[in-house]
């Protein structure tokens, strides 16, 4: 396991959601566009890596108990879903690097999907 913080570090992402939980514990990962498969799939503590902006990816955030949201491709939350996250604890970063590239490095650093 890793802490968010220390993703935070080694991949230079970006905090969208001010005070954030960054002690959390990350235990897995998760990629998928589509809310449905993540309510399916992802389980408690994963980190998801999506290029979905809207305020519907905190609810499922919540739903799931995941440990953070990573944004790709520099997509920016809407000011709404900042807001939502902001209200219910979940941190949403930012990255520059495509879903591929950035699945990638995260399991470099250890966290895998299993």
């Known amino acids: 396991m890793m802490k968010l913080s220390e993703i935070v570090e080694k991949l230079q992402l970006e905090v969208k959601t001010e005070g954030e ?4 514990e990350v235990t897995r990962g998760y990629a998928s566009d589509l809310l449905s498969d993540v309510m399916a799939n992802s389980q408690e503590g994963d980190i998801w890596i999506t290029m979905q902006t809207h305020q519907n990816i905190v ?3 919540v739903l799931k108990s995941l440990s953070a949201i990573i944004l790709v491709n520099n997509r920016i939350p809407d000011e709404s879903t900042i807001n939502k996250a902001q209200e219910e604890n979940v ?11 950035l699945v990638g490095k995260l399991h470099q650093l250890g966290v895998t999907g299993a």
Do not use: H, M, Q, Y
């Open 91 to 101: 941190p949403i970063l930012t990255s520059g690097l495509p879903t591929f590239e």
């Open 21 to 24: 939980k960054l002690d959390a």
């Open 59 to 61: 609810a499922v955030a």
